[in-house]
């Protein structure tokens, strides 16, 4: 494995490290506390190129690989996870899947706003009943000859109110189970679809998640992606490398706890010394220190077999599995290490710890991704 960056990949973790210190942290613990979405910060993240980032220029994204994407991601999630997780859901669930798998008048239509951040996407996979067993949809597009008719519900879906292209799964012939699930690109204007109740989060809290309601939803049948049936398998395909994206986050929140940590644990004296230098400190940050380096690398192993074009699967679940734990410990560490300090908003460990706890859930499930690594070995 090449561990060295070239020189457009270290121009663009610089550029996304600028950005999240001088745009992305102001505001960020308001932002957290009072439920904010960051649409100004996400306006800018499109402009500067972070919501399109792998998508060809072509189609008006940046043409980066994925080591540039998880480079920045980590960067982003240093400082503001909300924002993170918007910036992963659009490059990963909805550009990547509509670009390999969409026809070209989907890609014109609808890529090119979404890669270049002037609409946001959403995934809508997860049911009231059907989350780690997505094969279970409940959703039903019934097949009517030029168009699908669209009936169920979404729930926690990112970005939920603030994307304008949704990209939403349903089954179309039940007895076919998950051979019968279809993928569609449905708009928010269209008639019969109801954004519903805005949860309320333990974490990533800038972010809004929705459920969502399709009451006879008429979606033309040119807005199905890939063939009759395709949908479950364009599912898994994006999660595959969207758990890329997520373990990346991971990454980036378990960087920012360590590195303020660290700089805390410099300043802070108790017992007539900084703290870094008892012993029960310096070995917290050597442990932290290690997860993350661990981390990082399962990361990048997962994303330069992906722009090798080798199989990632079970590379992209370790790194998540890793990962997502990874900036647990941390996390509560990090609080630990700022004592009564980590406890209140204003020294962001405690936000990090919170945000860092949904990177074992979503995008599968830190128990799915053993399924995922298991199944890989015993093939
Ligand atoms: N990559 C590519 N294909 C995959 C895959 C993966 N990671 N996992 C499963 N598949 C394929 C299988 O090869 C199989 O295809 P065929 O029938 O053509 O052979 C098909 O999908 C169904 O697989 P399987 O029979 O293993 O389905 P299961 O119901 O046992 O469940 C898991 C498979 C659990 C792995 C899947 O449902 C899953 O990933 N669940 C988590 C979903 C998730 O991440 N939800 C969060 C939503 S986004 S916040």
């Given at each position: 494995?090449?561990?060295?960056?070239?020189?457009?990949?270290?121009?663009?973790?610089?550029?996304?490290?600028?950005?999240?210190?001088?745009?992305?942290?102001?505001?960020?613990?308001?932002?957290?506390?009072?439920?904010?979405?960051?649409?100004?910060?996400?306006?800018?993240?499109?402009?500067?190129?972070?919501?399109?980032?792998?998508?060809?220029?072509?189609?008006?994204?940046?043409?980066?690989?994925?080591?540039?994407?998880?480079?920045?991601?980590?960067?982003?999630?240093?400082?503001?996870?909300?924002?993170?997780?918007?910036?992963?859901?659009?490059?990963?669930?909805?550009?990547?899947?509509?670009?390999?798998?969409?026809?070209?008048?989907?890609?014109?239509?609808?890529?090119?706003?979404?890669?270049?951040?002037?609409?946001?996407?959403?995934?809508?996979?997860?049911?009231?009943?059907?989350?780690?067993?997505?094969?279970?949809?409940?959703?039903?597009?019934?097949?009517?000859?030029?168009?699908?008719?669209?009936?169920?519900?979404?729930?926690?879906?990112?970005?939920?109110?603030?994307?304008?292209?949704?990209?939403?799964?349903?089954?179309?012939?039940?007895?076919?189970?998950?051979?019968?699930?279809?993928?569609?690109?449905?708009?928010?204007?269209?008639?019969?679809?109801?954004?519903?109740?805005?949860?309320?989060?333990?974490?990533?809290?800038?972010?809004?998640?929705?459920?969502?309601?399709?009451?006879?939803?008429?979606?033309?049948?040119?807005?199905?992606?890939?063939?009759?049936?395709?949908?479950?398998?364009?599912?898994?395909?994006?999660?595959?490398?969207?758990?890329?994206?997520?373990?990346?986050?991971?990454?980036?929140?378990?960087?920012?706890?360590?590195e303020r940590s660290l700089k805390y644990s410099k300043e802070r004296?108790?017992?007539?010394?900084e703290i870094s230098?008892?012993?029960?400190i310096?070995?917290?940050?050597?442990?932290?220190?290690?997860?993350?380096?661990?981390?990082?690398?399962?990361?990048?192993?997962?994303?330069?077999?992906?722009?090798?074009?080798?199989?990632?699967?079970?590379?992209?679940?370790?790194?998540?599995?890793?990962?997502?734990?990874?900036?647990?410990?941390?996390?509560?560490?990090a609080?630990?290490i700022h004592g009564?300090y980590g406890?209140?908003?204003?020294y962001?460990v405690?936000?990090?710890?919170?945000?860092?706890?949904?990177?074992?859930?979503?995008?599968?499930?830190?128990?799915?991704?053993?399924?995922?690594?298991?199944?890989?070995?015993?093939?």
């Amino acid at each position: 494995m090449n561990l060295t960056f070239t020189e457009e990949q270290l121009a663009v973790k610089e550029a996304a490290k600028e950005f999240a210190e001088t745009e992305l942290l102001p505001g960020v613990i308001e932002r957290d506390e009072k439920e904010i979405f960051p649409a100004e910060q996400v306006r800018k993240m499109g402009e500067m190129g972070f919501m399109g980032m792998m998508v060809s220029p072509e189609y008006g994204g940046g043409g980066m690989d994925t080591i540039s994407y998880v480079l920045a991601m980590t960067e982003i999630c240093k400082v503001d996870a909300s924002c993170g997780v918007v910036m992963s859901v659009n490059n990963s669930l909805v550009c990547w899947g509509l670009e390999k798998y969409g026809s070209e008048e989907q890609r014109q239509k609808y890529l090119a706003p979404l890669a270049k951040g002037e609409v946001i996407g959403a995934f809508c996979l997860s049911e009231p009943e059907a989350g780690s067993d997505a094969t279970s949809q409940r959703t039903t597009a019934e097949d009517k000859g030029d168009y699908y008719l669209i009936n169920g519900t979404k729930n926690w879906i990112t970005n939920g109110n603030s994307a304008g292209t949704y990209i939403v799964y349903a089954q179309t012939d039940k007895e076919k189970r998950h051979h019968g699930i279809n993928a569609f690109i449905v708009t928010r204007d269209m008639p019969g679809f109801v954004i519903g109740k805005k949860e309320k989060k333990l974490g990533i809290r800038g972010s809004d998640t929705h459920s969502l309601m399709f009451t006879d939803v008429k979606v033309p049948k040119e807005n199905r992606i890939g063939e009759d049936g395709f949908g479950f398998k364009l599912a898994m395909g994006v999660l595959n490398g969207g758990r890329i994206g997520i373990a990346a986050q991971a990454l980036g929140i378990a960087t920012g706890a360590f590195e303020r940590s660290l700089k805390y644990s410099k300043e802070r004296k108790a017992f007539g010394v900084e703290i870094s230098k008892h012993q029960a400190i310096a070995f917290k940050l050597a442990d932290m220190a290690t997860n993350i380096e661990a981390s990082r690398l399962l990361i990048l192993n997962a994303a330069r077999l992906k722009d090798a074009k080798k199989d990632y699967t079970k590379a992209s679940a370790m790194a998540k599995l890793f990962a997502s734990q990874t900036a647990m410990d941390v996390t509560i560490e990090a609080i630990q290490i700022h004592g009564g300090y980590g406890y209140v908003k204003e020294y962001h460990v405690e936000r990090m710890m919170r945000d860092a706890k949904i990177t074992q859930i979503y995008e599968g499930t830190s128990e799915i991704q053993k399924i995922v690594i298991s199944r890989d070995l015993l093939k």
